[in-house]
């Protein structure tokens, strides 16, 4: 089955400085990769995707990038506000509705 | 919209002790989804539903697991007898799963924080 892989584990950067989590994905035919954010005690809500034919997806401070030679994708946070501080996921999915998670990235923004 | 919708939102049980998990899923969404959270194996997938009819249990941990779909606006997860190591977050997610080929946004619901003594 799929198996992804999630880096880093933990992050802190200075507010208004990006922020990069990159993960990786083992099976090429997966097409559908999500980015959830989940603050603490709350649940994972979606911030992004991205699919298999688009190369790259904006949305405001957020970006997310997809390398299908590499098998890897990236979310990207611009000028980061305190409010971003909690725990990211990125998933992939192969066959319709089956994601499979990341370990999670605990980003903190230090203020 | 109220949202994916599930009770009780805290269960604390003893070992061996039947516990009964519930989940209204977003109104109009054809697809549902059991996960369980963790520290250590983090979110998993277990088990997923298409119109009612479970598509893939295969993570369903084991036996005394189990989970039903009786109709389109409503699941339950049971585990009998539950463990202490079943102690964890379960939430149930819901999708419109508009195309036949591709996945669709999930929506989770709040979670059922489930310890067990």
């Known amino acids: 089955g799929e198996n992804v892989e999630q880096h880093p584990s933990t992050l802190s950067v200075q507010e208004g400085d990006s922020a990069v989590i990159k993960c990786t994905y083992s099976?090429?035919?997966?097409?559908?990769f999500p980015w959830y954010k989940q603050e603490l005690g709350k649940r994972p809500q979606l911030i992004i995707d991205i699919r298999s034919n688009v190369g790259e997806k904006k949305d405001q401070r957020i970006a997310v990038t997809l390398n299908k030679t590499a098998k890897h994708f990236s979310l990207h946070i611009t000028e980061t506000q305190p409010e971003d501080s909690a725990v990211y996921f990125c998933?992939?999915?192969?066959?319709?509705?089956?994601?499979?998670f990341g370990t999670g990235t605990r980003l903190t923004i230090i203020p | 919209d109220a949202g994916v919708i599930q009770s009780p939102r805290h269960e604390v049980t003893e070992m061996g002790q039947e516990v009964t998990l519930r989940c209204k899923p977003i109104?109009?969404?054809?697809?549902l989804f059991w996960y369980r959270q963790t520290m250590m194996r983090g979110l998993e997938l277990l088990i997923y539903f298409n119109n009612n009819v479970p598509i893939d249990d295969s993570g369903m941990p084991e036996d005394r697991f189990s989970a039903k779909m009786p109709n389109a606006s409503f699941s339950t997860l049971k585990i009998q007898p539950s463990e202490p190591r079943d102690s964890a977050v379960y939430f149930c997610a819901s999708s419109p799963e508009t195309s036949f080929t591709s996945t669709d946004t999930q929506y989770f619901g709040p979670g059922t924080r489930l310890t067990v003594l």
């Open positions: 099976d090429s035919a997966s097409n559908y």
């Open positions: 109104s109009g969404h054809n697809s």
């Open positions: 998933a992939a999915s192969i066959i319709r509705g089956k994601l499979t």
